[in-house]
Nanobody, 122 residues
């Protein structure tokens, strides 16, 4: 069983930056792909970024967000720069068995964190 715990959310003005962390425990880190998803009020959960053997990003965050991982700490990070009001959402990290493809829908992820709120204001 894999456990994930997000941290690092908060409130920031448009144009600012935040870094989210996802601590992964319960299994060997290298066996899993880890992704970030977000869900805004009234909207469906959407893919943001993922890492495994490669990395992938949603078009809406390319060039602004960077996903990285620290194998020694079993932690995946999401550095978010140039934040926009439309980035406001609850951000979740998720894990699934490692696969060659990293851009996958949320339905194919097996384990989820509790989420962390990111609020971007003008």
């Amino acid at each position: 069983q894999v456990q994930l715990a997000e941290s690092g959310g908060g409130s920031v003005q448009a144009g600012g930056s935040l870094r989210l962390s996802c601590a992964v425990s319960g299994s060997s880190f290298s066996n899993y792909n880890v992704g970030w998803f977000r869900q805004a009020p009234g909207k469906e959960r959407e893919f943001v970024a993922a890492t495994g053997g490669a990395t992938g990003y949603a078009d809406s965050v390319k060039g602004r967000f960077t996903i990285s991982k620290d194998d020694a700490k079993n932690t995946v990070y999401l550095q978010m720069n140039s934040l926009k009001i439309e980035d406001t959402a609850v951000y979740y990290c998720a894990a699934r068995s490692a696969s060659g493809m990293v851009i996958l829908p949320s339905s194919l992820y097996d384990f989820w964190g509790q989420g962390t709120q990111v609020t971007v204001s003008s």
